[in-house]
């Protein structure tokens, strides 16, 4: 059946939406790999809503509207190191350790 | 014909708006309107209305906390949006918790926020959203609600903790933050995709009778642990802790209390509707999940604090093990479902007494040592003994001697384990003893320091502490007290809970 296939992709996309939070060090870049994941989500909550019904399709209008804020607060932050940094490497964020 | 009344009849029936019961929904329309109200006069007011701001605030959520109680003496259960929002005695009394906490922690920012170079008018306006969610997580009974919730009270603690925008520090803890506080939703969401897609809908109620009919199945399984994975970061349970102390370590201190209590215990409510309302048939699964997340976050948790020399991340591993000590409980979730549930209840309401009690006392003793070293507060007797006393009641506390608050949230978590009768029950219970005593030494530490040390520099000016603050800790300090010398009184509440579903979700057939 179809269904099957878009959970494969959704699995796939959630996957190399984990490598890139984990393996990548630019923030803009760790950035654009939880969207990615939120999306493999709405891949997900769509496919399954075909045969559910309607609420998977509201829950994944609501996970792009939270996204959009998320994503909005986390470039405010990246923005806010780079003024005092010049630099949003992830592996430079270590001032407080123990 | 018009284009209207063509667009009308395709339509299908006229739009109907759903009949809400603004009554059960009054704390959360105070919040929002009070939230607004702060924004408008900051605007309008600009400098002149800064000093307005912490009152407004506290007002406000004090406001919001007439409703919950008019709530509670009438005292039925209601049921809104088809199920997704309920307003029981459960959740009536974490509202009172958040907000009174919430109230704690204006009291704890009003000097903090004014002395320092901040926007006084986006903090409490920030704040107040954030307890928003943490009100309306305590009533979500739904995935979707739930979503919602966690993340209008995450994204503003993401910007409090980066508030001090011009310190590298508090840059680093908002970043670190928000990218282990978003990863973590979109885990929990993925298991959330999985568990919609196979019972059909986001309401827990059904999700849990399906989970309780159809045994195990590696999707269900799947959904399940990503959702408990995704909390676990909310919670900073081991190994999910790490962002934990950073964060604590780098945001302004009354934002650390913010979330070491009000945040962490709006984690273990998600936790708590999701387990006892959704997950609870899926037994052999969640216990065995849980009972390794409490274990770790204890032994983890406490031996790192044993190390700490930098009083915030002392109480940021502390609270690691204390999240454990709230999670022990949920080891037999399903075996004793309603004792355990109560203990956990029990425990958030004494540990957020306690906890945010230890930070106000911090606060004030930072305004005069100006570090965070617990050296620092060497021979704090001397000079501040209303501070050092007030300090000793909450690490004691903290550490679970009697007659203290904490005593009585230890003996329930233990009575709990104890009373389900299973082997990892009984393991849980020596687990957690052995732990009270390894958590015991370094709070005892902490108060040595203070009262038998030298005062590091000499200095023996007095401690000034604002009214709001001292105020912050004679509360605290008398909840603390009143927890520990009348149980019963926490008791009675969490006695009055409506759990018949319980049996159902558990033990079905």
């Keep these: 059946m179809l269904l099957n296939q878009f959970l494969i992709l959704s699995a796939v996309l959630f996957c190399i939406g984990v490598y890139g939070v984990l393996a990548r060090r630019n923030a803009v870049l760790v950035l654009m790999s939880i969207e990615m994941l939120l999306n493999a989500v709405n891949i997900n909550l769509v496919a399954f809503s075909t045969r559910w019904g309607v609420s998977g399709q509201v829950f994944a209008l609501f996970i792009i509207a939270v996204a959009a804020a998320e994503v909005g607060v986390g470039l405010a932050i990246v923005l806010l190191i780079y003024r005092n940094r010049t630099s949003i490497d992830l592996d430079e964020l270590d001032e407080m350790k123990g | ?509």
């Design chain 2, 1 to 509: 014909m018009t284009v209207l009344s063509v667009l009308a009849q395709l339509s299908g029936p006229p739009f109907e708006s759903l009949p809400i019961d603004w009554h059960a929904l009054a704390p959360e329309v105070v919040l929002l309107s009070v939230a607004v109200l702060i924004t408008l006069v900051d605007s309008i007011g600009l400098e002149r209305a800064r000093p307005l701001m912490p009152g407004l605030a506290g007002l406000g959520l004090l406001g919001a906390l007439i409703p919950v109680i008019t709530l509670a003496v009438e005292g039925s259960d209601r049921v809104l949006f088809g199920g997704a929002y309920v307003v029981d005695d459960l959740s009536l009394l974490l509202k009172a918790v958040f907000l009174l906490s919430g109230y704690v922690i204006v009291l704890l920012s009003t000097n903090y926020i004014a002395e320092g170079d901040y926007w006084e008018g986006e903090y409490y306006n920030l704040l107040l959203f954030s307890l928003l969610g943490m009100v309306v997580m305590a009533s979500a009974r739904d995935l979707i609600t739930i979503f919602v919730a966690l993340e209008l009270l995450s994204i503003p603690a993401y910007m409090l903790a980066a508030w001090r925008k011009g310190d590298r520090r508090s840059n680093e803890a908002g970043m670190k933050y928000l990218l282990m506080g978003v990863f973590a939703s979109a885990v929990m969401l993925y298991g959330m995709s999985l568990v919609y897609g196979v019972t059909g809908t986001t309401l827990l109620e059904p999700i849990g009778l399906i989970f309780a009919e159809v045994g195990t199945a590696s999707v269900i399984t799947l959904g399940v642990i990503f959702v408990i994975i995704g909390f676990s970061f909310k919670v900073s349970a081991v190994p999910f802790h790490t962002w934990a102390p950073d964060t604590y370590e780098g945001a302004p201190t009354p934002v650390a209390a913010f979330l070491a209590v009000a945040s962490k215990i709006a984690g273990f409510v998600a936790l708590i509707s999701l387990i006892y309302f959704g997950f609870l048939g899926q037994s052999d699964l969640i216990e065995p999940l849980l009972f390794i997340l409490a274990t770790l976050s204890m032994f983890v948790g406490n031996l790192i604090a044993l190390r700490q020399t930098n009083i915030i991340r002392m109480l940021a591993y502390s609270g690691v093990a204390q999240a454990g000590f709230m999670l022990a409980p949920f080891a037999v979730a399903a075996s004793d479902p309603e004792t355990s549930l109560k203990a956990v209840v029990t425990y958030l309401v004494i540990y957020a007494a306690m906890n945010l009690g230890a930070f106000a006392v911090v606060i004030a003793l930072a305004r005069k040592t100006r570090s965070g070293e617990i050296s620092s507060f060497g021979g704090a007797f001397q000079y501040a003994p209303a501070l050092t006393v007030a300090m000793s009641v909450f690490l004691f506390s903290l550490a679970g001697i009697p007659p203290l608050g904490g005593w009585f949230a230890k003996f329930s978590v233990f009575a709990a384990v104890v009373n389900a009768g299973t082997t990892a029950g009984y393991v849980m219970a020596v687990i957690v003893a052995v732990n009270s005593v390894i958590a015991l030494y370094y709070y005892a530490q902490v108060a040595k320091t203070m009262w038998m040390d030298p005062v590091p520099d000499g200095d023996m000016t007095p401690v000034g502490v604002p009214p709001s603050l001292g105020w912050a800790i004679v509360l605290t300090a008398a909840l603390t007290l009143l927890f520990g010398v009348l149980p019963g009184l926490l008791g009675d509440v969490t006695d009055s809970f409506d759990l018949g579903h319980l049996e159902l979700l558990a033990f079905p057939g």
